[in-house]
């Protein structure tokens, strides 16, 4: 890893985690044996506020799931993606456009382009990490 993705670097992490509120999961499923399921009901769990976007779910758990972030009815601190990484150039355009904070791809999605454009729109990036096992690691409460 090199200075454009900070994982490594706790303080950043924490900072992120603690002062979040909202996050928006990118690619939720609403299939209770998936990822993206698990991560978001944990961070559920813990006290955040979680929208699923998903363009190909109506409700998760009688949730409204959003087909894009612009539908999301209040600011986005983070947007926590599970899609593929050829994906996340598009998904940083929605963040950028939404304002959102940080965009974190979960473990596995990585793709250096993408990530510059969002820290060149000021977002913090955070790629190839967990946010749940971040969260516990860190013992955030």
């Known amino acids: 890893m090199d200075k454009l993705f900070q994982r490594n670097d706790d303080n950043f992490v924490r900072e992120i985690l603690t002062h ?6 990118v690619g939720h499923s609403e299939k209770a044996e998936r990822d993206s399921y698990r991560v978001a009901q944990f961070l559920r769990t813990v006290g955040y506020r979680v929208y699923p976007v998903n363009p190909n779910v109506k409700k ?20 926590n993606v599970f ?8 998904i940083v355009d929605e963040a950028i456009a939404i304002n959102a904070k ?6 596995g ?6 990530a510059q454009k969002a820290v060149d729109a000021g977002l913090k990036v955070i790629m190839d990490a967990c946010i749940q096992l ?5 013992k955030i409460s």
Not at 20 to 25: D, K, L, T
Not at 109 to 114: E, G, S
Not at 134 to 138: H, P
């Open 102 to 107: 940080t965009l974190w791809a979960q473990l």
């Open 20 to 25: 979040a509120q909202v996050i928006a999961v």
């Open 134 to 138: 971040e969260y516990l690691r860190l």
């Open 60 to 79: 998760i758990n009688g949730q409204l799931s959003y087909p894009t972030l612009k539908e999301i009815p209040e600011p986005v601190d983070i947007v």
């Open 83 to 90: 899609r593929r990484s050829e994906y996340l150039s598009k």
């Open 109 to 114: 999605i990585f793709d250096r382009q993408a």
